[in-house]
């Protein structure tokens, strides 16, 4: 059984980051458990740059905080400002015991206008989307993504695929 330790205490990462790994590994058994793990970036990551750094931080941390796995898993949420609106999207890091790394990004979508308001002012797109659709911890649910596609992409879909692309690395081991 493989351990994987996702840098996240969020039930919708570790569900995303079990699937991934079921979806790319599917004669293997995992064992997933959530940490905390700093990001070292912002609390709303505003560029693709800085997103990046927070999963992988996420991933190095949570890989010293529990050294007993086989996979550390960051993912980090971001937004960033393209062509006078907002897009949203994540990256996904793991870190394989070793040392060796993947990466997967998810797919970019545009935020409405009064989200992206918010969020100039300060907000968490979490906590824009609260105010914006009524809701409470929607990002502990389905997210701004599956908000607005009425759930069509969720936001354990929408992590799930980037888990995988950040997998290929290790199920094509002789590639790279």
Request: charged letters at 25%; hydrophobic letters at 40%; aromatic letters at 10%.
């Amino acid at each position: 059984m493989k351990k994987i330790i996702v840098a996240s205490k969020n039930p919708v990462k570790i569900a995303a980051a079990l699937s991934g790994f079921q979806k790319m590994f599917p004669h293997e058994t995992f064992e997933v458990e959530g940490v905390s793990a700093p990001s070292g970036v912002g609390e709303q990551p505003r560029n693709d740059t800085e997103t990046f750094t927070g999963a992988r931080n996420r991933a190095q941390n949570a890989s010293k905080e529990v050294i007993t796995a086989d996979y550390w898993v960051g993912i980090e949420g971001g937004i960033e400002e393209k062509n006078s609106a907002m897009e949203a999207f994540a990256w996904v890091v793991i870190q394989a015991k070793g040392g060796a790394y993947g990466k997967g990004r998810t797919g970019t979508f545009f935020l409405p206008p009064k989200i992206a308001e918010l969020i100039q002012q300060g907000k968490e797109l979490g906590e824009a989307d609260d105010i914006v659709f009524g809701r409470s911890n929607s990002k502990q649910g389905n997210g701004a993504v599956g908000i607005l596609t009425g759930d069509v992409v969720d936001r354990t879909k929408y992590y799930t695929e980037a888990v995988v692309f950040a997998l290929i690395p290790f199920k094509n081991i002789e590639l790279y």
